[in-house]
């Protein structure tokens, strides 16, 4: 049966386009320890080790419903590939796309359609989805699914789109409980339901059990162990602090619609400075071209588009109440009020224009303000095309700066992290395929670098997948042969040779390993969080760098958690300038013939390696 007009050709056309830009993208996701968690509870299931009855836990307080781990299990049952299940969440996760141009298209034609499709394609914190996949990826795509249900239901009353609407609505809080914020868009649909013949039990219940069965699981668990997540709950809420609402929520809002300034969009952007100042400008505009739609007379989704901006503000306030600072994950159940604000401003702006310039009497008038239309399309979505092609560019380089996690410049400094460094992100198939190439290694060699800093943070689940009787690889360490894997940015930028070995990782050879890190092996950690997440008191030691070494690479295998100051090479009692660095590695190039002495400061001087490379300069 159908559910109203068909979308036009080329629309159809573009929104598939988008979608498989955003999925080619997105499937470029590398491995951190919330990815390795959930893998390995998924691969448990895949082999009837464990069928949890929890899934994903949050803030140290909860857990939510197991679903989520049954889900990656299908993929994982399929192919037993971590590359497959990362292509699976960025298609999940991708429908957004063409959900947010059929909510816009049945509730305000193809032009409000095409708008919406461009709103939630912007540059946006949403961007992080291309960098880690997660359960909070499905964030944005189930809350629009749960509004589309809803609008269908308020206008055709069957029960297949309420029952729909109860279970996406239970997903969204299981992509992440920052979507609880959306439960009252069932409250207009309900009203327009009841103004139309009213709202019968047969819909509401099997609607309220679908909700509910996502949930079962947990708790069921809960009641068995004397609901233990109820006292974390009380201790949580009683911990908020409204005062701080006020003072923070205008400032959030700023940098959730304008990407606190054009740090977060470089991060993304492996090209010329000019091209992430060019992003924030336009996005800049397009806020400010929203904002004036708003104050537009006279013209269609009035209350809608301020209603859409008083939710935005609301859940705005909602999320900051939640945390004392706000992590990138807790904006992706936002977006899609971020893109209703943004698609109902620029189309009662477009609107009012277009009935102006006609005047009632000279339609031809109104041909200047659709041609900008048009030019407004064609500009954000060169934007998105943008966007993601740096992505993959940037992946196949290795390459990302570190992600400025925190929104808003009102959080812990302590907590920060330097945005301007670079850092490795090694996409999962490209993991996956050096996993395999250990798992066929009688005697695995040791890994360092930031491939060995990487390998940790799978835990061992992907060896798990792929050998897990199979002889372990070593890291860090100083015994046996040597594998040190760096980005091929920094090998690049460094002028060094290198061989292509595992995707967007270069092998670099070793020569000498001047300090070395406390051996580990390859093994699966369960525990969750896998090491501590509190750094220790700062040592310093001091490395000599005999002559005849030229290049020099120092290594901490846990950044951010174990801190390293820039560490100093002094050469005749001069300073030295890295050559390159990651967030990991800091590469030196000696003169010819001289020695050196390495100053360090770091938390755990175990996790620190310095190897003297093989490689010398091009040319």
Known sequence: MSNGPVAPGPDRFLVVAFWLLYVAAGAQTGIATDTARDL??????????????RGPELYATWHLGPIWHYLLALPLWLSHSAAWTALLVAMLAGLKLPLAYRLGFHFGGPALARLALIAIALPGWWMFEWLVASHTNLAASCVLGYALCLLHWSRRDRMMWLAGAGLLFSLALHAHPTALFWGWLVLPAFWQRQRQGGIRWTQTVPALLLFLLPFAPMLVDEARHGWPMWSGTRAFVASRSELAIASRVLPFLR???????????AQFMLGPPWLALALHLLQCLLVLLAVVGLWARRVAHAPAAWLAATALVLAASFVVLLR????????????????????????????????????????ARALPWRRALIAVWVIAGLAFVTLAGQRIHASSQGWVAVPYRVVGRYADPAKRVDDRVPNAIYPVFGQERLTRWLCAQQQPPNLHGDGAALQRLNQGSLRLLHCAQGPRAGIGGDTGAALALYPAFLVQQAGLDSAPSFGAMREVAVKRVLHAAQPESDEVIRAYPPWLLTQQPVHQFEVEVPAGHQIVAISNLRPVFNGLDEPRLLVDGAVRVPVARTAVTWLFRLPAG????LIVKTGDPGLIEVLALRETPRG
Request: charged letters at 15%; zero cysteines; proline letters at 10%.
């Open 594 to 597: 001289r020695p050196g002495r």
């Open 324 to 363: 004392p600072e706000v992590p990138y994950w807790m904006t992706y159940a936002l977006m899609p009020g971020v893109a209703a604000f943004l698609a109902l401003g620029w189309h009662r702006l477009y609107l009012a224009l277009v009935a102006r310039a006609q005047d009632g009497a000279h339609p």
């Open 255 to 265: 940098d959730l619609l304008v990407l606190d300034g054009v740090r977060m969009p």
């Open 40 to 53: 390995l509870a998924a691969w448990d299931i895949v082999q009837g080790v464990h069928y949890p009855l």
